[in-house]
């Protein structure tokens, strides 16, 4: 399993003090070093923590895939185009959320999305859907013309006994079967941590998953370069 390191908060801690350090780009050259396949981003509306000239920069910067997340709104939708990511990841956005809250309803979205992935996808860009573990978001994510679903395993993380967390993972489980069914790769992330990550490396389905939060968090007491070593090792050290 492939592992993709999201570096906004990297730039969280730079705009809380709206100055040029730490640098995300910098922290994703060091985390492509450590062995991760790509780079994620999620290009808010409100810029909370990655910029515009964070994914420009990126663009010249990442050897793997550079993953570009975003809410496609005219708006983002122009700033993608422009920068040309290797893959694009819709995902819902609320204004004062914290972090994504879950999925995508692909089913009431339907008519913007299919416009979406369509301009993205003439413009050589490879869609991601980030939806929730729905056999039946995944069906729609295909007939709107995904490339992948990014599967939301961010309930799973959160659940409180190891009950709930069994019963999350096998709905999580359950999708990515049915992403390759039905001719979709199959990704996962949200919520993902050193602590939680096992059952989800196990799952032969999902070929990647993208870890934000937990990464960055580690790499402020180990640095970037062990902080994803300790990742990657995890995730290639499931049988």
Known sequence: MRLSV???HVATIRQARMTDEPDPVWAAVQAELAGACGITVHLRGDR???QDRDVRTLRETVVGVLNLEM???PELMEVAL???PDMATLVPEGERELTTQGGLDVIAEEAEL???IAKLKAAGITVSLFIDPDVVQVGRAKAVGADIVEIHTGIFADAETPEDAQREFEKVRVAAIAAIEMGLRAHGGHGLTYRNIHPIAGVDEIEE???GHSVVARSVLVGMDLAVREMVALLEGVE
Do not use: L
Request: aromatic share 0%.
């Open 6 to 8: 999201n570096v906004d």
């Open 48 to 50: 909370r923590h990655i």
């Open 114 to 116: 299919r416009e979406a």
């Open 71 to 73: 809410r496609a709104t």
């Open 82 to 84: 422009d920068i040309g």
């Open 209 to 211: 998953v993208s870890v």
